[in-house]
DNA sequence: CGGAGACCTGCGGATTTCGCAGGAATGCGC
DNA sequence: GCGCATTCCTGCGAAATCCGCAGGTCTCCG
């Protein structure tokens, strides 16, 4: 699959998706593209992904290297912390009064806080926390997320088991 | 940092960390600094990893083969979603009567699902799905999640914004 | 029209990856 | 203890990849 090359870049310059994306201004088909060969394998060779989207192996370099630094993707080793080992992890749900933002930006600074996410819903703020064992997870919880000010209140969902991480909302 | 090498294979042998995890066997010392490694730059040259790590470039790289072999970890380019563009995403806790494993599997096979964990707290489930637009979350979450028999509630949070995505569990 | 900016290609040279042939340490059965 | 299989490491040459740079095209705009 994957094996034809994208619209010509003229083409793609009227394509309806890109005018749409307000948040992210360069981000045309053949990056996204490029993203999609990383999710499959992020040590793919620049060559082989400018077979794929139709493009020189520098080309593909100078995108991909641009794309890193503006923060649109990273590519890193995933593990499920669990399974490495040694290790407590949960998300916690947060309802906070005030200023969600500020909270959400506390939490980020957080080294035990691996994920933030500003929700719709009973919850304001979702977090996920990766710690050493039963007594750091409660520390983070108990005496740092709850005494943040501005927190109402928070549920815990302690991790049993990962059934699933991936990251290829491109290929489908 | 990260400048010194790891304690010899001889020494590890006997550490205490690896006698606990029983879940994976063979996860030493060296490899995790390697994953941490890679957490940091997925495509970290081995010869640099090596250095860092106190191993020759053809044993990190028959290393990192082995893990990615065993699913211990992936290299792979992630994004927000929401930040690339026309997507809705959102988390959804579900509860369950019965077989928990069995739904948690059915999700597994969703495409649009990319996280599956199970969980203990008010929901036996956490999944996060990734969609097009809001009419494809609704299907997704209506028609098919509240149709697998064994799911007894679904609850809901959309995704606003994301603030914070890293795999840096390793270097603290 | 001329210049700035964004983006692509092509091309060498440095670097990295890859496969393979040993060698050292370990565990096991006899 | 000894032989043997297994595992994991190192070293090395060939092939492939990465990297920086010079130059070309296209667009936008004063």
């Known amino acids: 699959m994957h094996s ?15 005018s749409r994306n307000g948040s992210s201004p360069n981000l045309d088909a053949v990056s996204l593209a490029i993203i999609e060969q990383l999710q499959e394998d992020g040590r793919r060779p620049y060559a082989a992904i400018g077979k794929a989207v139709g493009l020189s192996e520098a080309a593909v370099r100078q995108r991909v290297q641009k794309l890193l630094d503006q923060g649109v993707m990273q590519i890193v080793a995933v593990t499920d912390p669990l399974t490495v080992g040694f290790r407590r992890q949960a998300m916690v749900g947060v309802n906070v009064e005030g200023d969600v933002e500020s909270i959400a930006e506390a939490l980020t600074e957080m080294a035990e806080v691996e994920y933030v996410v500003m929700t719709a819903g009973s919850f304001d703020i979702l977090a996920e926390i990766v710690c050493e064992d039963d007594d750091h997870l409660l520390d983070v919880i108990n005496k740092r997320i709850r005494k943040l000010p501005g927190v109402r209140s928070t549920e815990s969902f ?7 991480q991936t990251y290829m909302w491109g290929t489908r």
Chains 1, 2 share one sequence.
Not at 4 to 18: C, G, L, N, Y
Not at 158 to 164: A, D
């Open 4 to 18: 034809e090359a994208v619209a010509s870049r003229s083409a793609e310059h009227r394509d309806s998706r890109e």
């Open 158 to 164: 302690v991790y049993l088991k990962l059934k699933k």
